[in-house]
């Protein structure tokens, strides 16, 4: 058999260079990682326990596919309280995962050949998803407008590809790499440019609980059928490990998306599906603590790069700083990330992967102690390397 | 939007219609079911508590997409010592149950229209992953081979097609919905065709240590480049809940597949993984007194539906009793099941949605009192609503 005679769109994507880089660089005992989007904090106590009691309830048997009824009761209240979305429960599905709820949501709603927008820097799942569904990308860079994306943008995306018939867009609010939350006009604004061409937003808000001084704003309240939100514990409950995410959606469309959602996992495990019924009925608090660390690193995160010589994005949002590299240095994201890993034993996602090769993106769901010591290696790399003054 | 715009082949395939007929007479307080492949044991105590220990330990990150090294490791030891499989650690994915493992396995291997065989009676999920998957489904029916796929009906199936690239086929030994467990001379015989014709044969051996006074032999030994198995925890440790499965295939072509995997669900639940290291490390034997109960009431429930007046296929393995509903019923599939359900209060699964509208399917993992009380309500059924003498 070989290899170039398999489906064509799955040879088309690369595994993915984070985890990758990720996963390369953890052969180094000393390394210190701010790479993944993986919270430091462990799952509250309260939600491991209602996993325990499920265990030892025997509570191991095939959930139904849309996930346990208590469970997207829980969800529909808990969400509608955070967010204000309005959805009953039998218009949301319980998936493995924000990831699973993108890849079976964007199977779903298009067909081969449509295309889709997703404004850059991105993470890097959407492109290989669309990719894999044998769909147009439109990369549109927003870093000319605060990283923001505007109607104006949309409008043009699809008037310059006047072939194509652009049919979605993938939104992340709070935004992964950048960190960027978008204000209510902000998200306002988009709706009626996608409402009257017709376009699906697949609405990634897993980041929504962690903003900083300003609220979080779903698209959904203004463009309600044309919205597929996507959400889930990993971040708000430092669940990363436990697969658990959320689909929201008009009717109709959801009992399509779930009916792929079946085909393709079955269901969520029931005993995480048990921790999550816990999450949403009595841990309503807990992303709070985690929130006043993450915001506390953030400033001391943007502060430290600024004082290397970084432009840095103003984080609003999520737990990522995403930074300039300085120009004195002459390195791209990659020869940046890869000498601060063999040199200086600290790891950094480059921007590449994201769409910016300029770029660092730092997370800081990290340790006080593995933040300072990889602000300290950024900053000797840069009195190290500098061709030039930075600044 | 409308509901037309969207991926026409999703629109193909109806939600599974097994699991449906579950949900639905699930309402019927007074219901016993036999209908989903369920075991009615509990997970094993010791498993158990390797999950209690992972979540204790917090073990709640992100795993590496492949699944934990220690876990491939397992899985290559215990499958080998079982059935022979002959695979390393980096040719083993670790997936969200066998449900999964077939879901990008399909999506990988092939290119959209290729042609892909399913022996009937089948498993629902195979014809609705590759129709997702626009590929062309040979739906070829066993029945008359005592439910067995013979080579020749293999070539048939190409010969008859010969504007279709036919390249794959999915097997399900032992079978389900049949029960049927292929003998080694019947495992060994399919290879040359496949071979010959360059046919992909996806392995789906779940059921593989669910066998009653045989082995279980996998095509893998015979056809090592051809073939990619589907495993899992579900059948053999009662683990189906925590949705635990596993792809072991050639390298490269896995590397593919993973990659799919991983922009599908990124990794299988974390602490779930560490049940599964504890249930292959420690937990061979786990399915022995499972085993033992299955015989018993695999005999049971062949006899009294021969009793009944049914004709029973032979099972040789899994946990079902196929058996084909009395012509003097004058009933389908679809009547006996829903007559069964609201006057005896009893559920079976329908053979139709396998592919055989004159059969049911009985799941006889359930407990002596469920089966004892279904077969009287299957005797009553007959006396009650035979037009004419049953045989």
Redesign the interface.
């Known amino acids: 058999?070989e290899?170039n005679?398999?489906?064509?769109y799955?040879?088309k994507?690369?595994?993915?260079a984070m985890?990758k880089f990720d996963?390369d660089i953890s052969v180094d005992p000393k390394i210190i990682k701010l790479t993944?989007g993986?919270p430091n904090f462990?799952?509250p106590d309260h939600i491991?326990q209602a996993?325990?009691d499920a265990?030892?309830d025997?509570?191991?048997?095939?959930?139904?596919?849309w996930g346990y009824q208590e469970l997207r009761d829980a969800a529909s209240k808990y969400y509608r309280d955070k967010f204000g979305y309005d959805y009953p429960a039998d218009q949301i599905v319980v998936t493995?995962?924000a990831?699973?709820a993108v890849?079976v949501t964007v199977?779903?709603?298009?067909?081969?050949g449509d295309a889709v927008i997703i404004p850059t820097p991105a993470y890097p799942?959407y492109d290989?998803?669309t990719t894999?569904?044998?769909l147009n990308t439109l990369l549109v860079d927003t870093s000319d407008d605060d990283f923001i994306l505007t109607p104006a943008k949309v409008q043009k995306a699809i008037d310059d590809h006047p072939d194509l018939n652009v049919?979605g867009l993938i939104l992340t609010d709070p935004n992964n790499p950048t960190g960027v939350a978008y204000s209510k006009e902000q998200i306002a604004a988009l709706a009626p440019v996608l409402k009257k061409n017709?376009i699906?937003v697949i609405s990634d808000e897993i980041y929504g609980e962690l903003t900083y001084g300003q609220k979080h704003y779903s698209i959904s309240e203004y463009l309600p059928?044309?919205t597929i939100i996507i959400n889930g514990l990993s971040k708000s409950h430092?669940?990363?490990?436990?697969?658990l995410g959320f689909i929201f959606g008009?009717s109709?469309?959801v009992?399509?998306i779930?009916?792929?959602h079946?085909?393709?996992?079955?269901?969520?495990?029931?005993?995480?599906q048990y921790a999550a019924i816990e999450a949403l009925e009595h841990g309503q608090d807990d992303s709070k603590p985690m929130l006043q660390e993450y915001e506390k690193r953030r400033d001391f995160v943007a502060k430290e790069m600024t004082e290397a010589g970084f432009d840095v994005v103003h984080p609003g949002g999520a737990f990522y700083v995403f930074a300039k590299i300085p120009v004195g240095l002459h390195m791209d994201s990659w020869a940046f990330v890869k000498t601060l890993a063999k040199e200086y034993h600290i790891g950094l996602m480059p921007g590449d992967p994201f769409g910016d090769n300029e770029y660092v993106r730092i997370s800081y769901a990290a340790s006080d102690e593995a933040l300072a010591a990889a602000m300290k290696a950024v900053k000797q790399l840069v009195a190290d390397h500098s061709v030039e003054p930075t600044k």
Chains 1, 2 share one sequence.
């Open positions: 058999m290899l005679e398999i489906n064509p799955v040879l994507v690369m595994p993915s985890r996963h993944l993986e462990n799952v491991k996993a325990i265990i030892n025997n509570k191991s048997h095939y959930p139904y596919y493995v995962g990831t699973e890849a199977k779903t709603l298009f067909k081969p799942l290989a998803s894999l569904n044998e049919k017709g699906w059928d044309q430092a669940m990363t490990g436990y697969r008009p109709g469309f009992d399509e779930a009916k792929v079946q085909f393709t996992v079955t269901a969520a495990a029931s005993i995480v």
